[in-house]
Nanobody, 125 residues
Framework: QVELVEAGGGLVQAGGSLRLSCGAS????????LAWFRQAPGNEREFVAS????????YYADSVKGRFTISRDNAKDTVYLQMNGLKPEDTAVYYC??????????????????WGQGIQVTVSS
């Protein structure tokens, strides 16, 4: 079982950037596909981006494509989400999640077994 802890959230103005990180403990992230989801008040949790174990394959929601970049450093057991060109509609609690390697490319929250506690990202207009 892997434990995930997010960091790097906060308040930023529209057009600004933030870099989220998610560190893993108890087990290496090498055995997992990793993803970021987000949830705004009153909304369902939605897929943002995911990355396969080999880092070759990554996937993005249309709403963030071209602005966000997911990456992972297996040696540091950490996954990142670089967010550029932030918009007020990006305001949400962001969660990192882990799924088995065979679940590469999955976009449904129910396909992910392990979750961080979430971190707030607020974009002001």
């Amino acid at each position: 079982q892997v434990e995930l802890v997010e960091a790097g959230g906060g308040l930023v103005q529209a057009g600004g950037s933030l870099r989220l990180s998610c560190g893993a403990s108890r087990r290496s992230i090498n055995s997992y596909n990793l993803a970021w989801f987000r949830q705004a008040p009153g909304n369902e949790r939605e897929f943002v981006a995911s990355i396969g174990g080999s880092t070759v394959f990554s996937y993005y929601a249309d709403s963030v494509k071209g602005r966000f970049t997911i990456s992972r450093d297996n040696a540091k057991d950490t996954v990142y989400l670089q967010m550029n060109g932030l918009k007020p509609e990006d305001t949400a609690v962001y969660y990192c999640a882990a799924a088995p390697l065979w679940a590469i490319g999955r976009r449904r929250a129910r396909d992910y077994d392990y979750w961080g506690q979430g971190i707030q990202v607020t974009v002001s207009s």
